[in-house]
């Protein structure tokens, strides 16, 4: 069956950069599908971040996230793209990836002051 594996994030300061990558394993995404990211904060609920249709390219941005955060895929890699620029505190999450009702395992972003 098919497996998201996430990796790229880290600890980074305020105003930095990380792009966290999701590739799947086993099979190919869906060309019907959309990929997204979504985050959840100490305390808080999971929310959505970005997301993009498989094909197409059509995106779609959380207001405090946009024009800072771009997401992209690689059909030929199987592997969807977050590129996170200015980031600040209130960025901090286990950031996840998803299509579908499959979900990658989370990977940390913590954002200093």
């Known amino acids: 069956q098919v497996q998201l594996v996430e990796s790229g994030g880290g600890l980074v300061q305020a105003g930095g950069s990380l792009r966290l990558s999701c590739a799947a394993s086993?099979?190919?995404?869906?060309?019907?599908?959309?990929l997204g990211w979504f985050r959840q904060a100490p305390g808080k609920e999971r929310e959505f971040v970005a997301s993009i249709r498989w094909s197409g390219s059509v995106t779609h941005y959380a207001d405090s996230v946009k024009g800072r955060f771009t997401i992209s895929r690689d059909n030929a890699k199987n592997t969807v793209y977050l590129q996170m620029n200015s980031l600040k505190p209130e960025d901090t999450a286990v950031y996840y990836c998803?299509?579908?009702?499959?979900w990658g395992q989370g990977t940390l972003v913590t954002v200093s002051e």
């Open positions: 998803n299509t579908g009702s499959l």
């Open positions: 086993g099979r190919t995404f869906s060309s019907a599908g959309i």
